[in-house]
């Protein structure tokens, strides 16, 4: 089965000033408002999330209505949505100097936002702003105690020079996250965009449907041991491959269908509950949950695609807005809950009850998340038109939106 090039009459999904497509970017805050949300359950009700001993009976975990909670099934749509934007406009253009950029720009371009957080933690840590501890005891989540199993040993107080080379190095490189947990992400990220960029002139080039799922199920199989997150990237450079060839359009109830499907496999976290009947599977640990939220992922990007009204609908000011602010509120809210947040539920717990204090904690979490995520954001954005301009600079040829913010 060939594939052909895109119709230049095909409709194209729409672009953000940044050339992002608008409707995945809403899908990318979405998916970090449920990271947020899943530590908001196991910092504040831990017992009632499910993940840990002595779960009660109500436990989360196990309900496919646990899908908006689910954090961990997030982050792997976080890694598939990578896989598909990252390459989607080489696919268009066939530019070669758009993968030297992407490659050029990928690392830094994580790593400024990065930086700046990790120093934004150090300077909490310096002034004594955390309170995660002690938030953490009066919850009973070793979670929130363990300052969100950053791996930061109990005690110890980072300086300034260890935070700034922890943003810009050594959490990509090493995998170390001990000032933002959330930072355990940035090296598969890059690790992955690099796979990405290396299979994507690959997959542009082989014109057969069969021949592009071959490879990419190959390099996937590889590369699985040397790093369990690379197949997620491959599924999504797979599926951007096929769709800025051929566009999909698909009626609403087949998208109304794909997200309700992909509602249910984001929910599932184990063969317990309303998932029991996949016992039988192997599907047993956490590593590998991917297996079904990786599909999961891809039904959500032709659900978004492939429907006019689903397209439409993510692509208003909220979802531009929700896109803007993914990346600096991923970044930024473990930080605020285990300072500002946790500072709230000690105060809030010993003046009143436990039920207002998680409340208060969970708007005083939200709304200082939002406002430092704004903030950051137009950071970012400064930094990543200085990336550009550097790429527009030193590139000797570029095509059409080559220079997007990756």
Known sequence: MQISSLSESAAAPRLDRAGRIESLECLRGCAALVVIAWHLLIGLAPAKSGLFGGATTHAMIGRFWFAPFNGSAAVTFFFVLSGFVLPWSFFHSGNMATIAIGLLKRWPRLAGLCTVVTVLSWLLFSLGAYRFAAAGRLTGSPWLQQFAYSGLPPGTHPDFIASVLQG????FFAGVSTLDSSMW?????????????????VLHYLRNV??????????????????????QFLAGALVSRLLAARPLRIPAWAAALLVLAAFYMFGFYGP?????????????DPPSFWMVWTPAAVMLILATLGCAPVKALLSGRLGVLL????????????????????????????????????????????LLSLSAALVLSRLDDWWVRQLNRIARATARRSAPNSTAAF
């Open 210 to 231: 069969w021949a592009c799922l071959f490879v990419a199920a190959v390099t996937a199989i590889l590369l699985w041991h040397a790093d369990p997150h690379i197949p």
């Open 323 to 366: 896109g803007r602010v993914s990346f600096p509120i991923y970044l930024i809210h473990v930080p605020i809950f285990c300072s500002a947040g946790a500072w709230v539920y000690v105060l809030v717990w010993h003046a009143t009850s436990a039920k207002i204090a998680a409340f208060a904690t969970i708007l005083t979490v939200l």
């Open 168 to 171: 810009g190095f050594t959490t």
């Open 185 to 201: 992400t940035m090296r598969p990220e890059l690790v992955g965009s690099i796979i990405v960029f290396g299979a994507a002139p």
């Open 272 to 284: 317990r509950g309303d998932y029991a009947w996949l016992a039988f599977t192997a599907l047993t």
